[in-house]
């Protein structure tokens, strides 16, 4: 007999029970990809960053693509921490949107 395997602790909201790898984006996750790809680069500061983590953020967390959404946090997490915490985290986010499908324009 088989039993399914279960992540321990965690709930809906936890990326790996919402399609942690999904493989397509929807509006939101189009949204977020888009605005990110056209601003990130010119947020050089802290109150940019945090502005443009709150902006995406608020577009991430209403999609289905739990790749976005997740990477899209720590994108939040890491406006306040300095140049190289924010490249990574915008290069994570930025492979997260084009492994889902997102086409930067």
């Known amino acids: 007999m088989l039993l399914p395997l279960t992540l321990g602790g ?5 990326p790996a029970a919402s399609g942690y790898s999904a493989k ?15 601003r990130y680069q010119r947020a050089g500061t802290k109150a940019k960053r945090l502005s443009l983590a709150d ?5 991430a967390g209403r999609s289905d ?4 959404a997740g990477r899209a946090v720590l994108v ?18 930025l492979q997260a949107c ?6 930067s324009r």
Request: with cysteine; proline share 0%; glycine share 12%.
């Open 10 to 14: 965690c709930g809906d909201d936890h």
């Open 76 to 93: 939040g997490r890491s406006a306040s921490r300095g140049d190289d915490s924010w490249r990574a985290a915008s290069k994570s986010f």
């Open 65 to 68: 693509n739990g790749a976005v």
């Open 98 to 103: 084009h492994s889902a499908g997102w086409k």
């Open 24 to 38: 397509s984006t929807d509006q939101a996750a189009e949204s977020a990809c888009t605005i990110f790809s056209a």
């Open 55 to 59: 902006e995406v953020g608020r577009y």
